[in-house]
């Protein structure tokens, strides 16, 4: 045995052989996410992700700053006619697409005119389809007509899929612009290895001068959470998210790393199904948000990264308006109970729409939480296909399974209209859209209606504000936090931010030497 | 024996056509609807029949099936639903890091575990013997994940000598070989160890040992060779598993491989592609079966096939 040491020596310089050198290169970045893109064209994505990643060669006519501000891009102002129905945009000049393309008013028609073809099968068609048509006034003005009224359209327009792809690109490679993109933003595509990573490189033509002050940004899909920790500690990447909460203290001692909790609009809730017993009884579904320890459920399931919630809309939205958080308060959710006509509780299902960790904690948090109030439930985490089975997409309302449903959203285009719509207004019970209440306020659907055919902004906010206090009030949902996201990168990567609905603005991005 | 393996070969065929049709009826009886899936929550009811209609989900189900079958004698086996391209490519892109992988993982496993299982049963129940289980009771029970995290904490991130995660170079195929070999590593040494104590107790290496050979030769050529049938069939499993992608493995170190591939596939219910990597692992299992079959005439020739 005493060659053992030395054969122990000889692997240890083995290894030591293959040590990796430091990369030279100063200014390239690699951004460390969670999951694969599934396309590069935003009209015909669904996820945060790639539309967040699409953000490095597209830009839309509006946009969001870092703080989820409206901001115009390549548009630089626009009218709306009186009647609400016609938007007249200036566009900003001295752009040029990647391919030399100049950016004119006949891109503003293609894109629109290519999402609006149902023919063309994108996924973000709904999101346009109010679009009755697109014209081209002068080379730098664009008059776009909607079908119906709809004053949050400009949000519509800032939202990251309504980005202004070449016309000419999109004419060369028709169905295939998704391996093409060709955009106005600061980089251009490099290369997409589908199973690896996306590459971008600075476009040299960019109208913002001075910018992007890095060369290059991989963008590399790593699935499992450690090991995104694991890249970030060893340099090979600079920037990741999300960074799943019990990592924080591993992340957090680490000398070259910072750590960011940044706000959001992700709120998080339990609805319940207004149409079916007990639950029509608002009385019961009150009882229920006041048995929940919103302080300890931010604490216990998500680490402290969540705060409770303060509303039907979360703080960032336009037009939010803070109500809550919604007490604690045991003794006045018992007698709600007992007036009820549910003294001793009942039994019924929990669903959650997720099944992740996080989610696995919130429901069993819930499960304790409801017990004290004598309500005993059954807890079902619910896969992605069974969630589309069982919930999105059940035909009937009047059998739908689903009681009490923990869910989330986040309203993408940072505007009141897509936070309550979708969710609360009795036109989008499943399987149109996604109100999981089954929630249905004559009210709450005429302040929708009304607040979206004006265009005055005063009125609109007092129709969104009696909208959610009624919706308070009926307590459709118990509210339970609104989360924070958690990223982290290298001290050196500078200007990468987390916005509020979990997409990355990088306009500023940076490396120092 | 051509013969047999023509035979084998023509067997094949009606194998496949059953399980193409379960893979067809199997995934399509998974709830859940793709289209909605692919549309996201968000989507109106008119998106997501665009969206149905555009991944052909709106046809009647026999028609699909005649599509899915007519479509594979073709060659072709439809457009992956999550990234609308050919489900060819996406396999064939994620085909060869799994398979190089398992490559990996099973030359030194296969070797060591022989090794270890070799020298376990000849000091049987000598320290060598209980030294080599031990190594591989913890093989087996240390879980992939677990095993993958602590080499990848210890040799990428503190040590920094090897990459992370990625397939670019060969350093890159150091850890999640090692990982995914472990455990096969444990199996071959208690496999190997089992068949040769059997074996050491013929008669004819008795009569081996009786004539004077040295123990050696006794091991070596008269045990190894006797004792190799079921270690070769166990092999030929374990490579079959592995082929399939080792989804713990591939999710840990990143790996683009064809595990990666059936997670995000199912998650989506993305049909095309679960259904070509069922039938892709069916047809990966009755070659290797093939080829153990062929081997065991190699390895003995006194088995003999018509």
Redesign the interface.
Same mark, same amino acid.
């Given at each position: 045995m005493k060659s053992l040491p030395r054969l122990l020596a000889a692997v240890v310089l083995a290894?030591?052989a293959?040590? $990796?050198g430091p990369s030279t290169a100063s200014k390239d970045v690699v951004f460390a996410v969670a999951s694969?893109f599934?396309?590069t064209d935003p009209y015909d994505a669904?996820?945060t992700l790639s539309q967040a990643m699409a953000k490095s060669f597209y830009e839309g006519l509006y946009g969001f700053d870092k703080d989820m501000k409206m901001i115009p891009v390549l548009a630089e102002s626009h009218t709306v006619s009186k009647d609400g129905l016609v938007y007249t945009l200036k566009l900003r000049k001295g752009v040029k697409f990647h391919d030399g393309t100049d950016f004119k008013a006949d891109a503003v028609k293609a894109n629109f005119d290519r999402v609006t073809n149902?023919d063309n099968?994108?996924? *973000?068609?709904?999101l346009y389809?109010n679009i009755a048509k697109t014209e081209v006034v002068d080379d730098y003005t664009a008059r776009i007509t909607l079908k119906t009224a709809f004053s949050a359209f400009i949000n519509n327009l800032a939202h990251p899929s309504g980005v202004m792809i070449s016309p000419t690109a999109l004419a060369k490679y028709g169905k295939d612009i $998704?391996s093409n993109p060709v955009g106005t933003g600061p980089f251009k595509f490099v290369e997409w290895n *589908?199973?690896?990573y996306l590459k971008v490189a600075k476009f040299d033509g960019y109208w913002r001068k001075g910018y992007p002050k890095v060369d290059t940004i991989t963008w590399k899909?790593?699935?499992?959470s450690?090991?995104r920790a694991?890249?970030m500690?060893?340099g090979?990447a600079q920037f990741t998210f999300p960074v799943p909460y019990e990592l924080d203290a591993v992340l957090r001692s680490k000398p070259q790393l910072e750590l960011v909790a940044a706000p959001s609009i992700v709120i998080r809730y339990l609805s319940m199904n207004t149409q079916q017993k007990p639950f029509d009884n608002a009385k019961v579904r009150q009882a229920i948000a006041y048995a929940i320890n919103k302080a300890a459920l931010a604490k216990v399931a998500f680490n402290g990264y969540a705060a409770p919630a303060e509303g039907v809309v979360p703080e960032g939205v336009e037009y939010s308006v803070k109500l809550g958080p919604w007490p604690y308060d045991l003794r006045k959710a018992k007698s709600l109970m007992a007036e009820a006509g549910y003294p001793k509780g009942f039994e019924t299902e929990l669903w959650s729409a997720y099944n992740h960790t996080i989610a696995q904690k919130v429901t069993q948090f819930l499960q304790q939480q409801l017990a004290q109030i004598g309500i005993k439930v059954k807890i079902t985490l619910l896969e $992605?296909?069974?969630?589309?089975?069982?919930v999105?997409?059940w035909p009937d309302p009047a059998t739908a399974p689903v009681r009490l449903y923990y869910v989330g959203w986040s309203a993408?285009t940072g505007e009141a209209d897509?936070a309550l719509r979708?969710l609360l207004g009795s036109e989008s019970w499943p399987?149109?859209?996604?109100n999981t209440a089954y929630y249905k306020s004559d009210r709450v659907d005429k302040d929708i209606h009304s607040a979206l055919a004006t265009s005055d902004k005063t009125k609109k906010a007092a129709f969104y504000e009696d909208a959610q206090q009624t919706i308070w009030k009926d307590a459709p949902w118990a509210p339970l936090v609104t989360e924070k996201l958690l990223s982290a990168h290298n001290k050196k990567l500078t200007g990468v931010y987390v916005m509020p609905d979990a997409s990355f603005n990088f306009t500023e991005i940076n490396l120092k030497p | 024996m051509l013969q047999y393996i023509v035979k084998r070969l023509l067997g094949l065929i009606p194998t496949l056509i059953l399980v193409g049709a379960l893979a067809f009826l199997f995934v399509h009886l998974? #709830?859940?609807?793709p289209a909605?899936?692919?549309?996201?929550?968000?989507?109106? #009811? @008119? +998106?997501?029949a665009?969206?149905r209609? %555009?991944l052909g989900l709106d046809e009647p189900l026999p028609q699909q099936f005649l599509r899915f079958a007519s479509g594979i004698v073709h060659g072709d086996f439809g457009r992956s639903l999550? +990234?609308?391209?050919p489900v060819s490519v @996406?396999i064939g @892109?994620?085909f060869m #890091?799994t398979f190089w992988l398992t490559v990996a993982a099973m030359s030194w496993s296969v070797i060591l575990g022989m090794a270890i299982g070799i020298v376990s049963a000849v000091w049987r129940n000598r320290w060598p013997d209980r030294l080599g289980m031990a190594l591989a009771v913890s093989g087996i029970s240390f879980p992939a994940f677990a095993l993958g995290?602590v080499l990848?904490?210890v040799?990428?991130?503190q040590?920094?000598?090897?990459?992370?995660?990625?397939?670019?170079s060969w350093?890159h195929y150091?850890l999640p070989s090692l990982t995914l070999g472990a455990a096969v590593a444990a199996i071959m040494a208690r496999f190997t160890r089992s068949s040769f104590v059997d074996i050491l107790h013929e008669d004819y290496v008795r009569t081996a040992r009786a004539k004077g050979l040295t123990e050696a030769t006794v091991v070596v050529k008269h045990g190894l060779r006797n004792a190799l049938i079921p270690v070769v069939t166990m092999m030929g499993l374990q490579f079959g598993f592995l082929l399939g992608g080792s989804i713990v493995v591939e999710?840990?170190?990143?790996w #683009?491989g064809m595990g990666?591939l059936l997670v %995000?596939a199912v998650?989506?219910?993305d049909y095309p592609v679960i259904q070509a990597e069922i039938l892709l692992f069916s047809l990966e299992f009755i070659l290797i079966n093939l080829v153990v079959d062929v081997l065991y005439a190699v390895i003995n020739p006194a088995i003999r096939y018509r």
């Open positions: 290894f030591a293959l040590a $990796a694969t599934t396309t669904n996820d149902p099968k994108l996924k *973000r068609y709904g389809s $998704a *589908r199973t690896d899909p790593v699935i499992d450690n090991s694991a890249v500690q060893t090979e $992605a296909g069974q969630r589309v089975e069982k999105e997409s993408s897509w979708p399987p149109r859209l996604f | 998974l #709830p859940g609807d909605r899936l692919a549309a996201g929550p968000d989507a109106t #009811p @008119e +998106t997501v665009l969206v209609q %555009d999550r +990234t609308k391209r @996406e @892109e994620r #890091p995290m990848m904490q040799f990428a991130v040590l920094n000598w090897l990459p992370t995660v990625g397939a670019d350093r150091i999710v840990v170190f990143n #683009p990666r %995000d998650d989506m219910r």
